[in-house]
């Protein structure tokens, strides 16, 4: 029993004694040390509960808090290690299956960047995509009518430009960086201007900035 203090000075073994101070309830060695790390052997009883202050992440077998949840080395015993309780333990989530927003909403600061891909073909049963952005398509469309600018769906063409303003072109065609035909923002139709002769086509025309003359295919 080399720990056994009986019959011993307290002058000689006061440094071996534990008290707890009231005001805190922390535990101190005889000479004011705090005991902040002590080991038990068999079990102990609690007649009410058991405070685990929040701390970092500790690996190996050792009992934590993190934000008030309760984890033993790295496994979260809220979820019996199978998974998390805040999404907020989670940096890179994702989705196994569709998102059930429950008739609520999804608020807050930031931003949400979506790489959406289609299953298959998208329909708008009969509504508008509307909003303020751009609407950019790599690929092929088809369309019975197509109205630019206008802020109602009432068409006078199937083919209608109708710009809110007319700071810029409203038409452009370009072969590289080549202007072939545009529409200014007053509707003047302006041929790109060839320095020498292109290529023939039948019915085709183009304009000579040299010659300053309009040329006609035969």
Do not use: C
């Amino acid at each position: 029993m080399a720990f056994d203090l009986t019959n011993k000075n307290v002058s000689d073994t006061f440094q071996h004694l534990l008290q707890v101070r009231d005001s805190d309830k922390t535990i101190y060695d005889a000479v004011g040390n705090v005991l902040d790390e002590f080991r038990l052997s068999g079990s102990f009883t609690t007649s009410e509960f058991f405070e685990i202050e929040d701390g970092t992440s500790v690996a190996g077998n050792k009992l934590h808090s993190r934000s008030g949840v309760l984890y033993w080395g790295n496994t979260n015993l809220q979820t019996g290690g199978g998974g998390i309780s805040d999404i907020l333990e989670d940096e890179t989530p994702q989705l196994g299956g569709n998102l059930d927003i429950n008739g609520k909403y999804i608020t807050g600061t930031g931003g949400v960047n979506i790489t959406p891909q289609l299953g298959g073909n998208l329909d708008i049963n009969s509504k508008d995509v509307v909003g303020d952005g751009n609407f950019l398509v790599n690929g092929s469309g088809s369309f019975t009518q197509l109205n630019i600018g206008a802020t109602t769906n009432t068409f006078d063409a199937f083919f209608n430009l109708n710009p809110a303003s007319t700071d810029q072109n409203i038409f452009l065609i370009q072969s590289g960086s080549f202007q072939s035909v545009k529409v200014n923002s007053t509707g003047v139709v302006n041929l790109g201007g060839f320095e020498s002769e292109p290529t023939y086509v039948s019915g085709g025309f183009y304009y000579n900035s040299n010659e300053n003359e309009f040329y006609l295919g035969v």
